[in-house]
């Protein structure tokens, strides 16, 4: 097993224990979800409050280790492996501290949910970013368009522009920190516009390339 796989099983290993040693101090019913205002507006029994989260790391580390063996392009993920192992470690760490939080709060804890959360999101949108710049062509990783996917120049330019949206949208996401009555929309409006463009590149390209 390689070192990077003994860490995501780490991580996904600690989830576990964690709801095991906290499983006999959380209440039966568990509050799991919050409103923009930061109230609660959902509850989950104990079990699932506490093992849905292990259980979604448990399919995230089957995607880890299933991806880069049915692809038909494999040799491509290979190409940005250590950018693909990082986005699962990191998207494992933020998994963890959603679960923290909620555990935390189930014990009594009272804070601001959507502002502890803000920083993490914006995180995990900066470094997609990160990602998307240096994905390869695949049928799994980045942003595939019936145009990315048909034309390796079209790939390229477009998780190039790609890549730079997603990170100024983790950026704009930060700052919806400073402004809590507005926060969603500060993580929302950035990631759903950098979506819907590059979309529409992506098939702008295409046409270009098949214009010429």
Known sequence: ????????????????????????QMP???????????????????????????LLSIGI?????????????????EKFR???????????????????????WNLGLRFDMGQA??????????????????????WFIGIRTPWTLSNERVWEKTHKIGGKLFKISGVITLIGILFQKYAL???LLPILSSTIYTVIYSYVEYQKVMGE
């Open 117 to 138: 959360i803000i920083p993490a999101v914006g995180i995990l949108f900066y470094y997609c970013g990160i990602l998307i710049e240096n994905a390869k062509r695949n």
């Open 28 to 54: 039966e019913r568990m509050a799991s979800h919050w409103n923009v205002k930061g109230e609660v507006d959902g509850y989950l029994s104990k079990f699932w409050g506490l093992f849905l989260m292990p």
């Open 61 to 77: 580390l089957l995607l880890y280790l299933i991806i880069p063996k049915v692809d038909p392009l494999k040799k491509n993920i």
């Open 1 to 24: 097993m390689k070192k990077i796989e003994i860490v995501i099983s780490g991580l996904v290993l600690l989830l576990f224990v964690a709801g095991i040693y906290f499983y006999p």
């Open 185 to 187: 929309f500060f993580i």
């Open 82 to 104: 250590k950018y693909f192992d990082g986005f699962i470690i990191l998207l494992l760490l933020f998994f963890f501290y959603l679960y923290v939080l909620t555990i935390f």
